[in-house]
């Protein structure tokens, strides 16, 4: 069951035009989202993230949506540059602060020049 | 980059063999987690530690058990691998649970192949 769901798997954008990526939850208990980026035989990091009380954040070219009544999140990137093109996830964390973090099955993202 | 070291960072080994991975931090942080990354299901959390010798399972901890003896290492082991057990795993560390204005830090990851 699968509890963060990132349904588009890959998505293909022109340097300079936004990048939008989806993500949406089941668990109405989730109140902390995050999201990470992950480049070839690296680790994920720490990209931005939401509380449950806001719902918009936003750090330089960077800037997450939040809609709580939807289940849905959703990362912006304006402008998009090639460095950009990696794997992005989003992660959730519920109220009860269990120290578990879900993540969603991640989306490849391609600028291209 | 946060102080996090894996080891090994690349092993081959047999099926019904047990496999240990470590993961080192300098940071001093009280949480650990142990996740691994698969094709189509992301990253999916196996155990995690929230103290010296505290832990707690995660989606997919059968096939894996767990040790954190000292606060800087989190030992997970494999006690006798299948191939399904063929995966990345990433090591990751936070000051507190992931709650509001906390984050976790994810090491650069152990390929392991179970042949």
């Known amino acids: 069951d699968q509890q963060v769901k990132q349904n588009s798997p890959s998505l293909s954008v022109q340097e300079g035009r936004i990048s939008i990526l989806n993500c949406d939850y089941t668990?109405?208990?989730?109140?902390?989202f995050l999201w990470y980026k992950k480049y070839p035989a690296e680790g994920p990091t720490f990209l931005i993230s939401?509380?449950?009380?806001?719902d918009k954040n936003e750090d330089g070219r960077f800037t997450v949506f939040l809609n709580k009544s939807a289940k849905h999140l959703s990362l912006h990137i304006v402008p998009s540059q090639p460095g950009d093109s990696a794997v992005y996830f989003c992660a959730a964390s519920p109220l009860s602060n269990t120290g578990k973090l879900i993540f969603g099955q991640g989306t490849t993202l391609q600028v291209k020049p | 980059d946060a102080g996090i070291t894996q080891s090994p960072r690349h092993k081959v080994t047999e099926t019904g063999t047990p496999v240990t991975l470590r993961c080192h931090q300098t940071e001093n942080h009280r949480y650990m987690y142990w996740y691994r990354q698969d094709p189509g299901h992301g990253l999916r959390l196996i155990h995690y530690s929230y103290g010296v010798k505290d832990t707690d399972k995660g989606e997919v901890s059968d096939g894996y058990s767990v040790s954190r003896s000292k606060t800087e290492d989190f030992l997970l082991t494999l006690e006798s691998a299948t191939s399904s057990q063929t995966s990345v795993y990433f090591c990751?560390?936070?000051?507190?649970?992931?709650?509001?204005?906390?984050?976790?830090?994810f090491g650069e990851g152990s390929w392991l192949t179970v042949v």
């Open positions: 668990n109405s208990m989730f109140d902390y």
């Open positions: 939401i509380s449950s009380i806001k």
């Open positions: 990751a560390i936070s000051q507190r649970g992931p709650s509001s204005g906390n984050t976790i830090y």
